[in-house]
C-alpha cells in the first residue's frame, strides 16, 4: 500500500526535551490507527511529531502524502504546506473576540451583553481558512456535528461537550488528507461517546484518514491498526482486534504522600455552616431557552455529591451559581453559605469558600504567568496572581507542587506544561486555601489512565482529611471518587429523580 507517512529511528526533541528515541512508525492508505500509552504527554507529543511541531534531530520523517498537493501548489506560485491537508482535534483550544483577541475572561459566558464580543458558532466556522476544497462544507459540517440549533450561540456559551462538537467541525470544514484526534472522547457523555463510532466511520468513508490517541476500551471499529507508545518509542504494531487489556496499569502505585497531605492541611477545623448550598426552585433563562427550570437542591457540610447529566443539560449553568460566577443568581433563591445571594456578600466573600477546577480554567490565566503563580493565585480567588505574596505562602505553594512532584515546574509558565499537569497545579490551586467546599467539573479530563486514578485516589484522600462538601461532574464512573455518595441528576435543566 501506498505511504503517507515514514518516520525512520528518529530522536524527537519538545520543549528541549527528549521525547523519543529511535521512533519507528509507517503509516499507510486505507490504515487508520489508535496510539494507545500510560503518558498523555508522550500520546500529544507523538500528534505533535506527525504535525510537524516538534524538533528530529535525528533520524527521518517523510510526508509523501502531501507530495503531490505541495508540486501543485509550488508549480502555481502559491505559498503551501503538507500541514494544509492535515487537520488536528486538540485538547487545547482557544478562541478570540470579534476583534481577533484572545482576552476572553471565565465569568463572560454568563453574561449576557459582554458574550457577544464572541463569534456565533456559525461566524466562528465562517472564519476558518479553508485551503482544499471537498465535500466537508460548513452546511455539512454544522448538520454532521448537530450543531445546527447552536449556529446562533455565542461560542463562549458553550458546554464542554458543545466546545468539543465545534472542534471537529472545525477540522473537517478544511477538508483533510489526515485527521489527528487527541483524546476526541473526552468532555463527550455517554450517548455521544456510544454513537462516536458511526461518526468516525463517515468521517473515513468520505476519504480522511485517522490516526487518534485514545484509551484501550474506546477504540472504535473503524479504526484498523494500534501502536503501543512507551520508554519513548513504539513498542508494539497490532492489528486493533489484537487489544484485550490496558497496557500498563499492573503495576501502577500512587506516589502522592498521604503524610504530606496531611500536614498541608492539618490546620482545618469543622466546617461553621448549616448547609453549603440550597436552591430554591431555581430557573435561568437566555434569551427564549430555558436553561435550568424549578431546580431544587441542599448541600450540607461534608456531603459528597456527583453532577451527572448529558452534554447542554444545564451543568455549568448549575455551576456558575455556585461558583458566584452568573448575575441570574440574584434573580433566585439562592443561599451559599447560610447568606442569601443579594444579602450583602461580595463575590469574594463566596469565592474564598470554594475550590473550583474545570479543563477550561487554564485558558483564561494571562500568557506571562508560571505555574507557581497559578497555584498561589489561588489564596487570592484572582486568574493570575496581582499581589505581593510573603515567604511563608511562597513556601506552601511550592509544597503543593512538590507534593504533585512538579516543584521543577514552578517557574514554567502554565502554557507550556502537559494538560495532565495544568490539572494538577489547577488542583493544588483549589486546596492551597483549605476550601469548605470542592468543585471538580471533568477535572481529570485530558490525563491518560494512570494520572486519572493518581487525581481520583488524590481527591479521595483530601476528602478523608478536610472537612470539605464535594461536587464532583464527570462522564465516566470510573472516575468519580470512592467517597461520593450522592448523586445529582439534570435532563434538559430539569432535576431526575
Not at 208 to 237: Q, W, Y
Request: glycine share 6%; aromatic share 8%.
Amino acid at each position: 500500500m501506498p505511504t503517507l507517512i515514514s518516520i525512520q529511528n528518529a530522536a524527537i526533541k519538545q520543549f528541549d526535551k527528549v521525547v523519543f528515541e529511535d521512533l519507528g512508525f509507517e503509516w499507510e492508505t486505507e490504515q487508520h490507527w489508535a496510539i494507545l500509552g500510560q503518558s498523555g504527554v508522550g500520546l500529544t507529543a507523538f500528534l505533535d511529531t506527525i504535525l510537524g511541531k516538534t524538533m528530529v534531530t535525528s533520524g527521518i520523517i517523510q510526508r509523501p502524502f502531501s507530495k503531490e498537493y505541495q508540486k501543485q501548489k509550488s508549480e502555481a506560485g502559491e505559498v503551501n504546506s503538507f500541514r494544509d491537508l492535515i487537520a488536528i482535534v486538540s485538547q487545547q483550544y482557544t478562541f478570540k473576540n470579534k476583534s481577533n483577541l484572545g482576552n476572553f475572561y471565565y465569568q463572560q459566558r454568563f453574561n449576557s451583553m459582554e458574550s457577544d464580543e464572541a463569534l456565533s458558532v456559525e461566524e466562528y466556522l465562517k472564519n476558518i481558512e479553508v485551503k482544499v476544497s471537498g465535500p466537508w462544507d460548513l452546511p455539512r459540517v454544522i448538520s454532521f456535528m448537530n450543531l445546527e440549533h447552536l449556529k446562533d450561540k455565542s461560542i463562549i456559551k458553550l458546554s464542554n461537550g458543545e466546545t468539543r462538537r465545534l472542534t471537529f467541525a472545525s477540522a473537517l470544514i478544511k477538508n483533510p488528507k489526515m485527521l489527528l484526534l487527541d483524546q476526541p472522547l473526552t468532555g463527550l457523555d455517554k450517548e455521544t461517546r456510544d454513537d462516536f463510532g458511526s461518526m468516525l466511520s463517515d468521517i473515513i468513508a468520505s476519504g480522511i484518514h485517522v490516526l487518534m490517541s485514545t484509551r484501550h476500551n474506546e477504540i472504535p471499529s473503524c479504526i484498523t491498526h494500534v501502536a503501543l507508545l512507551a520508554d519513548k518509542g513504539i513498542t508494539r504494531m497490532i492489528n486493533a482486534g489484537e487489544i484485550t487489556e490496558n497496557p500498563g496499569l499492573s503495576n501502577f502505585e500512587n506516589d502522592i504522600d498521604p503524610e504530606f497531605v496531611k500536614k498541608l492541611l492539618k490546620r482545618q477545623t469543622e466546617n461553621p455552616y448549616q448547609k453549603i448550598v440550597e436552591f430554591r426552585n431555581v430557573s435561568v433563562i437566555y434569551g427564549e431557552n430555558l436553561i435550568l427550570n424549578k431546580v431544587n437542591w441542599t448541600i450540607l457540610p461534608n456531603e459528597k455529591w456527583a453532577l451527572k447529566g448529558e452534554n447542554g443539560a444545564g451543568k455549568s449553568t448549575l455551576l456558575s451559581l455556585i461558583l458566584g460566577e452568573n448575575p441570574q443568581a440574584y434573580a433566585n433563591e439562592i443561599w451559599l453559605f447560610d447568606r442569601k445571594r443579594g444579602s450583602g456578600e461580595s463575590i469574594w466573600d463566596i469565592k474564598k469558600q470554594i475550590g473550583f477546577v474545570a479543563p477550561e480554567l487554564s485558558r483564561f490565566f494571562p500568557s506571562n504567568q508560571t505555574c507557581i503563580k497559578v497555584v498561589l493565585s489561588g489564596l487570592f480567588d484572582t486568574m493570575g496572581l496581582f499581589k505581593k505574596i510573603s515567604q511563608e505562602q511562597e513556601k506552601l505553594a511550592m509544597d503543593w507542587l512538590k507534593l504533585f512532584h512538579l516543584e521543577k515546574m514552578a517557574n514554567r509558565l502554565l502554557s507550556q506544561v502537559s494538560l495532565e499537569n495544568q490539572r494538577f497545579i489547577l488542583l493544588a490551586r483549589a486546596l492551597i486555601k483549605n476550601p469548605k467546599l470542592l468543585v471538580l467539573d471533568e477535572a481529570s479530563q485530558g490525563m491518560d489512565d494512570i494520572q486519572r486514578i493518581r487525581f481520583r485516589e488524590t481527591v479521595d484522600l483530601v476528602c478523608g482529611i478536610l472537612p470539605v462538601s464535594l461536587i464532583y461532574v464527570s462522564h465516566y464512573e470510573e472516575d468519580i471518587p470512592k467517597c461520593v455518595d450522592e448523586i445529582f441528576r439534570l435532563k434538559k435543566g430539569k432535576t431526575v429523580f
